[in-house]
């Protein structure tokens, strides 16, 4: 049987050419056609960011050698994914894996089709993997889950006497110098824009120093989030309220709170730098990702790749593989 690194590089390699070759395309219109919030390019964007962080043979080598695989025993974990960004539940997948564990996997409906894919080509590459799809009625050993807050509600109820580790949402931000480049506020705006915004690592909270001017290039976005966007302005509209309108998003400026309307991002404007590092220090535990070029977070990622994160960047701060090696 082939060696992790193989499998995953390997895979890699295949999923390269994704979008270039007819089966991939033909997924790819299937994936669309299940889910409205899906385009081409947030499609593509996800399969990149998958090769290029994951799936290089360096890198996979050097994340596992941070760990103690496999385990011993090939435990049963049940992966609950969601769907609102394209094969989100990739990694999950990937980790248990790696540890040698048999992949329960239940699909999210809204991203079957990709992930259904990424499995097949993962059994051609080694035909001896054990991924198992989860119908809900079996016990498993452990269970990764990711959804809402209300979501994880009903999975303690349901998982709560086996192990588990449970996902809700979460939120991410920016931090400005107000000394951006045009360019880096260009990728500061896929931070935002990508995948309908959907995602926890999608900011919709910028932090700016008071007085700096910036301004943010608009995108074309699916027809969902514009339409969310048109009702959003016309609510700011008819209440009053002063907003920036960038063309597809507004920027509204006020305190240091995430917005609870999609299309909307907060601006809160800082006096000092140590006024941020305070408050991102008491929202610790609701954020997923700081995007920023200053030197502010400890988690922190550079302008442009919100969207892009490394093996060890877990979801939550929580390491998936360290979970999974405490079932020993």
Same mark, same amino acid.
């Given at each position: ?7 995953? =590089? ?11 070759? *007819? /089966? =991939? ?47 011993? *025993? ?17 990694f999950d997948l ?13 699909? &999210? ?32 050993? $452990? ?10 509600? %009903? ?8 192990? %588990?580790?449970? /996902? ?5 931000? +920016?931090?400005? &110098? ?23 690592r999608s900011v ?13 290039? =608009?995108? $074309?976005?699916? /027809? ?28 509204? *400026? ?20 140590? *006024? ?17 070029q200053m030197d502010?977070? =400890? ?6 790749? $919100?969207?892009?994160? +490394? ?10 593989? +360290? ?6």
């Amino acid at each position: 049987m082939k060696t992790t690194v193989e499998i995953f =590089s390997m895979l890699g390699k295949q999923l390269s050419s994704f979008g270039r070759d *007819e /089966r =991939s395309m033909a997924v790819m219109r299937r994936a669309m056609a299940d889910n409205e919030w899906f385009g081409e390019r947030d499609i593509c964007q996800a399969i990149d960011a998958i090769c290029r962080q994951m799936l290089c043979r360096e890198k996979i080598t050097c994340w596992l050698a941070q760990y103690d695989v496999p385990l011993r *025993e090939a435990k049963r974990v049940a992966i609950i994914m969601a769907g609102n960004i394209p094969a989100v539940g990739f990694f999950d997948l990937m980790c248990v894996l790696a540890c040698g564990c048999v992949p329960l996997v239940k699909y &999210s409906s809204k991203d079957r089709a990709l992930m259904e894919y990424v499995v097949a080509l993962l059994c051609e590459i080694e035909p001896n993997l054990r991924i198992e799809e989860y119908d809900g009625q079996e016990i498993p050993d $452990a269970v990764i889950a990711t959804g809402s807050d209300s979501s994880n509600i %009903h999975f303690r109820s349901v998982y709560g006497a086996v192990p %588990h580790l449970l /996902r809700g949402s979460r939120h991410s931000v +920016a931090v400005l &110098s107000g000394e951006e480049t045009c360019e880096e506020l260009d990728a500061l705006a896929d931070d935002l824009f990508s995948y309908s915004g959907l995602g926890c690592r999608s900011v919709s909270l910028i932090f700016a120093p008071r007085g700096a001017e910036f301004e943010l290039p =608009s995108r $074309a976005m699916c /027809r969902g989030y514009h339409n969310n966007y048109l009702q959003t302005r016309a609510l700011l509209t008819m209440t009053g309220g002063e907003f920036y309108d960038t063309g597809e998003c507004v920027l509204v *400026e006020g305190g240091a709170e995430f917005p609870k309307r999609l299309s909307r991002v907060n601006v809160c404007r800082y006096d000092s730098k140590d *006024e941020v590092v305070k408050w991102l220090a008491v929202n610790e535990e609701r954020l997923q990702c700081v995007v920023s070029q200053m030197d502010i977070h =400890s988690r922190q990622v550079p302008l442009g790749m $919100a969207q892009y994160p +490394a093996l060890d960047d877990y979801a939550d701060d929580v390491d998936v593989m +360290a979970f999974l090696l405490s079932l020993e």
